[in-house]
């Protein structure tokens, strides 16, 4: 994740997930407030799971993330503008292919204007 942010001003959230479940970090609607997500990182125990950037009904940006993959790590070059005024949901679905459920994690960084 980066250490310093040139605009607007920043943010950063974390959130983990207990064992058979997903993880979701939400970072909620401000009137006049645009986020700009610039860095994900995402992990999965023993399953895959599909990361996903959405806001209202808008699915922004969306990856797989491999359950053998110890942190998966997405820097946007060109940060995800959410809508201004609109909230936005990061969420780690993790799917179980091998009967055996792991636990997920989600770290997001980014700023606002």
Do not use: C
Request: hydrophobic fraction near 40%; aromatic fraction near 8%; charged fraction near 10%.
């Amino acid at each position: 994740m980066r250490i310093s942010q040139a605009h607007g001003e920043p943010f950063s959230a974390t959130t983990q997930s207990v064992v058979g479940g997903s993880a979701t970090i939400v970072q909620a609607a401000t009137t006049g407030r645009t986020y700009y997500i610039t860095d994900l990182s995402a992990g999965a125990v023993q399953s895959t799971a599909v990361l996903t950037v959405l806001s209202s009904a808008t699915n922004y940006w969306q990856d797989r993330v491999n359950g053998s993959v110890v942190v998966y790590h997405k820097e946007f070059e060109n940060p995800l503008r959410i809508t201004t005024g609109s909230a936005v949901t990061i969420r780690l679905v993790v799917g179980d292919t091998s009967g055996t459920i792991g636990s997920a994690f989600i770290n997001v960084a980014g700023y606002f204007t």
